[in-house]
């Protein structure tokens, strides 16, 4: 789940907990990286259909990781990436940030409003991985270096909610011209440049259309 959780502590800001992006891009986001996650340790696999590229499970034997267990229980054994996403943005994200919670990357801070409840914060406790994985990204997109499956992987997503400008202090064409490169490379091969080119659009394309019907309701 390195993926996800280095995504989640990127979008999210170390001083006040609040996220970096808007509230229909951060869940869609953490959910492909979780979709991401299970194609990349080969539970699930993408097919081209005739119409469509299919997300179809492979091994639905526990992981070990409550997430991605959580994941292979709820989704089919075959649908299209961009519906896996949709199915899973509501659920991953409170079981990731008590992941963080419990292991000393971040603190919770709850929150209300005339007595209702809101969203908890989620500001940093220990900012050592979220630094690490900002060095990353920094070496990778602005100066250059060639990255691993997991930098590429954690590339394409940041690209898919348009973040990089909000992590990383370079301007940023130059930083949307890199992603851009980084998430249609092939660093590990052919098929693990599909999957990350695929969730990427998908994420973006979910992310899209939630902020679409979010600003017509």
Do not use: N
Not at 149 to 156: G, M
Not at 179 to 195: C, L, N, Q, T
């Amino acid at each position: 789940m390195r993926t996800a959780e280095d995504l989640a502590l990127l979008l999210h800001d170390p001083a006040t907990g609040a996220p970096l992006v808007d509230s229909t891009a951060l869940p869609r986001a953490l959910a492909g990286a979780v979709v991401l996650q299970l194609v990349l340790d080969r539970r699930a696999h993408l097919a081209e259909g005739r119409w469509r590229t299919h997300l179809v499970i492979d091994d639905r034997g526990p992981t070990g990781d409550h997430v991605l267990d959580l994941a292979l229980g709820r989704l089919p054994d075959d649908l299209a990436p961009k519906s896996a996403i949709e199915k899973l943005h509501g659920r991953v994200r409170d079981p990731l940030m008590a992941g963080l919670v419990h292991d000393g990357s971040l603190r919770v801070e709850e929150r209300s409003f005339l007595g209702i409840p809101r969203s908890p914060r989620y500001p940093a406790a220990d900012t050592t991985r979220r630094d690490a994985a900002i060095g990353r990204l920094w070496a990778v997109l602005v100066d250059g270096v060639a990255p691993s499956t997991d930098d590429a992987a954690l590339v394409a997503l940041v690209r898919a909610v348009k973040a990089e400008h909000k992590l990383l202090e370079a301007p940023r064409r130059d930083l949307r011209a890199r992603s851009k490169e980084v998430a249609e490379g092939e660093w590990a091969g052919e098929a693990v440049r599909k999957a990350i080119a695929d969730i990427h659009a998908a994420v973006a394309a979910t992310a899209a259309a939630g902020a679409a019907a979010a600003g017509s309701t």
